[in-house]
């Protein structure tokens, strides 16, 4: 008896997971091709989601399609960050407010795909508040020049060195 329960909760989460996999894997390639061309400058022109594994393959502008987890840290970080975008957006409807947080997602990146990265993030910011956390001066420096909009906030936090510094002598 018990292992016919078993059984059968097994084939139905089985079908379950292979429904769910098939119904978000082509918005998930959706969300990844649309922002794929800017955030890698025209490296990567096309991308496609398995439904069965949901492992990303792109296209470069060759027509070679790559595993992207083949690709280099930062290019790999860019099209992770671009799922993360695609789960909100599909796990949300237009009237929740669902928060963006993310942290540190441009330390792998060169600073033209860290301009375009923060540039989408601006983007985005336009439909759903986005707060980014970063250890980085020129992240810092971008917002300053890039954010003046008042519903924009930068909140500079002390460092953890001179915290722990003012806790000590203080």
Known sequence: MLDDTLETTHLFLSQAHDSVHRDIAPFLAEVVRHW???????????????????????????????D???????????????????????????????????????????????????????????????????QEEEVLQWAKKNLSQPEARIIELMPVAYAMAASISG
């Open 36 to 66: 794929l061309p800017e955030i890698t400058l025209g490296r990567y022109v096309d991308a496609r989601v398995d439904s069965p594994t949901l492992r990303v393959q792109v296209c470069d502008q060759s027509g070679e399609w790559r």
């Open 68 to 134: 992207a987890t083949r690709l280099s840290h930062g290019t790999a970080d860019q099209i992770y960050l671009l799922l993360r975008l695609a789960m909100v957006e599909y796990l949300t409807k237009p009237s929740e407010v669902c928060p963006l947080i993310l942290d540190d997602i441009t330390l792998q990146s060169d600073t033209r795909r860290k301009e375009r990265l923060l540039n989408m993030l601006r983007k985005v910011s336009e439909q759903r508040q986005v707060i980014l956390f970063t």
